[in-house]
């Protein structure tokens, strides 16, 4: 395998799936975007990381050096897939690479796509650290879109993951009331113990 600008990850750590429904085009689908694992090997152009590494990888792909990364917006890199400006892991229509689901994965642009973390495989924060792949970004990005500043009332409509995390996000920046709906129990506990007000919809008459 050439790697140069890219590194060999053992993936098998952790990852998560992104997929709904439909969104599978080909039967040997590789599933899985958000990666945490150890660098097994890296390409000669590779300057940040070594062998042993434990790194988290983006959800998107991106090159760093075209038109669309240079200004920020590398979701929309025009290098990594022939198809459209932007690639992931395993995802439909998102270029030619193979999920993290697996014993191994490629990594391109190792150096723009890869975070180092500290501890170990397998310890107590390996939960946490997958979220820094997509999930807590994409809240705490939701909360610079809406300038959440502190003292401000928040409102978060659904308690799934990315829901979660903007509440939390919001908090974080200092928000006054974060308020977040839902209807399922079990996620309107866990709004009440991020410190976040729970909002069930069911409850409201109509």
């Not at 990888?57 to 897939?81: D, E, K, P, Q, Y």
């Not at 409102?155 to 903007?166: E, Q």
Request: net charge negative.
């Amino acid at each position: 395998m050439l790697l140069l600008s890219s590194l060999r990850l053992q993936s098998a750590e952790a990852t998560s799936i992104c997929m709904t429904e439909g969104q599978l085009q080909k039967p040997d689908t590789v599933l899985g975007h958000e990666p945490l694992g150890v660098v097994e090997e890296v390409g000669d152009a590779v300057t940040s990381f070594k062998r042993g590494d434990r790194v988290v990888v983006t959800f998107n792909i991106a090159c760093g050096h075209c038109f669309n990364c240079v200004r920020g917006f590398t979701s929309a890199c025009l290098t990594v897939n022939p198809e459209i400006a932007g690639g992931a892991f395993g995802y439909a229509k998102m270029g030619p690479y193979k999920g993290a689901q697996a014993e191994m994965l490629r990594v391109p642009f190792a150096d723009l796509n890869c975070t180092k973390l500290p501890g170990t495989a397998g310890d107590k924060w390996e939960d946490d650290f997958v979220l820094l792949a997509d999930i807590f970004p994409t809240g705490y990005y939701a909360t610079k879109l809406a300038m959440v500043q502190p003292g401000t009332s928040v409102a978060v409509f659904g308690a799934g993951p990315v829901g979660l995390l903007t509440a939390y996000s919001a908090l974080l920046k200092g928000a006054a009331q974060v308020f977040v709906v839902d209807y399922i129990p079990e996620r309107l506990d866990l709004v009440k113990n991020i410190g976040a007000i729970p909002i069930d919809f069911s409850r409201i008459p109509r």
